[in-house]
């Protein structure tokens, strides 16, 4: 039988069928026909940074003409139903955005993707699902942003996850 070990239970494929942007999921069973769940905190992870965060009434859209701030209606009352917290990040937010540099009116795109996983990652260390994470964002080339995210969890080894933005499969 092969190791799973090293296989999370849901895998994200990228989707490149209208929309593209979005991401499909796929589950990862075992061999006898059950979920592997070796890797949850590598999967947490992937849905926290794959889902759409609720924006704020502050935050400016990608579609100047819709007012769907996203979200996920399973946030509402999270933490008081099942000491939950509001689930996603607000990359989505960069849909329809240029990779601008630190000199630009609205800032660096690099700083936006490291702040938005910085926010979607600090309930993992509030819980105490993991001691700290490690965000590294780096512009490889004029359409894609790399993001290696490092996730401590006391003495045990760290896991890395490693996320790729392509600007130009994200386009309106």
Request: hydrophobic letters at 40%.
């Amino acid at each position: 039988m092969p190791s799973h070990a090293n296989v999370p239970d849901i895998r994200l494929v990228q989707n490149n069928l209208f929309p593209k942007y979005s991401v499909t999921l796929d589950w990862s069973l075992l061999p006898n026909g059950t979920l592997d769940d070796s890797q949850a905190l590598a999967t947490a992870v992937c849905v926290a940074l794959g889902t759409n965060a609720l924006a704020s009434d502050q935050d400016v859209l990608p579609d100047p003409d819709s007012t769907d701030r996203c979200g996920w209606w399973g946030d509402l009352d999270a933490e008081l139903i099942w000491n939950g917290w509001p689930i996603g990040s607000k990359l989505w937010l960069l849909r329809r955005s240029k990779i601008t540099p630190a000199s630009a009116q609205q800032g660096s795109t690099l700083v936006m993707v490291e702040n938005y996983i910085r926010a979607a990652m600090q309930p993992f260390v509030d819980r105490k699902i993991c001691t700290s994470f490690d965000i590294f964002v780096t512009r490889v080339d004029p359409q894609r942003i790399d993001a290696l995210l490092r996730i401590y969890r006391g003495p045990a080894q760290p896991i890395e996850l490693r996320y790729e933005v392509l600007w130009d499969a994200m386009g309106p």
